[in-house]
């Protein structure tokens, strides 16, 4: 092995920062960095598993934990024997927190500091993907809403953003190492721009690195809050060729008193219309959507609205996450739905979305999609975000255009493509 080992867990942006630890670890070739999640109890618990993994695999190498989870329950991962060190979000960037370091043998070593004293912008995008044909660009962190059920402004802080020129230098550089797609991503990336000189806002910066790096063919975004589409973001979503026509959207739930209480910004009617005007606008795009099944309060005929969104906003890439309530947060003092209804409710929405995925998939049979090729010579994602399988290998990171001739295993199968 060479290098630190990164075990990455939970969103894009920590995909992104992983990427940035890799190489701030530098090659500590007897490091592991868990690089935690807490948007839920399963995802700390999947830490947790993933930390005793790590150690039953490798028992002589340090192992150090840090992220979100790490941030907001610090004492829980310092009292694991196999923890050698836990950080916070705001230390994992430092790259003094990855010096080699020898473990006391008397508990982990703990350096969490309180990050909603963070004020600066993002410094720290990373570089490098070993494992993707597309990168990871972070242009914002933190939150500054308070979403009854949410804990991550917690292990994240306050908003803050980039500036766009180190933004556009950052995007440059990806494009010069052979990336061909870029992801923005952030906490909460609509929100981008307040706190910077001018308040520029999320559009105006995609229309500056789209200008800043012509010889970029692809711009993806990641999950977006539905309210904070403004015009000039809905312009280029609708009508920027380079701009890929794939939308995530933070849905949570479609009916309205739970939006109310979940402390949404959005309406039941608003999600389906911004949906609507992009697809008129935009017939390619697909939409993909985060749902939370068993929200407390929750009743049948709440769950029914959640479970109408999925096809009538076409819900194609569906993120469905059954509710557990997360200490501090005011969702957790709720009247809390079964946990058994809450798995069956989480398993109809999973069906729903999955017959939408279905549907358009098969929909998508006799096209011609252009496809960014992955690092296997043999997958990749058509503009739209559909996954496709060659019959050969194809050029790693190459951009194809290919004739699909069916669907096997949830991916669409690919004629001979053409450069």
Known sequence: MSGAQIITLGCRLNIAESEAIREMAGGQDDLIVVNSCAVTAEA????????????????DARIMVTGCAAQTEPETFAQMAEVDAVIGNREKMDPTHYRPFVSSGAGAQVKVSDIMSVRETAPHMASAFAEHARAFLEVQNGCDHRCTFCIIPYGRGNSRSAPAGAVIEKARELVDAGYREIVLTGVDVTSYGPDLPGAPSLGLLIERLLKGVPELPRLRLSSLDSVEIDERLFDLLAHEPRMMPHLHLSLQAGDDMILKRMKRRHSRAEAIRIVERLKTARPDISIGADIIAGFPTEDEAMFQNS???VEECGIVHGHIFPYS???GTPAARMPQVDRAAIKARAARLRAACEAQRRNWLMSLIGSTQSV??????????????APVRFPRPQSPSSIVRATITGLENGALIAQEAQQ
Do not use: C, M
């Not at 700390?44 to 028992?59: F, G, H, K, L, N």
């Open 325 to 327: 309530p997360r200490t």
């Open 44 to 59: 700390v618990r999947q830490t947790r598993q993933a930390i005793r993994r790590a150690r039953r695999d490798r028992p």
């Open 307 to 309: 479970l109408r969104l």
């Open 372 to 385: 960014l090729v992955e690092r296997d010579g043999l997958s990749g994602h058509a503009e739209n975000f």
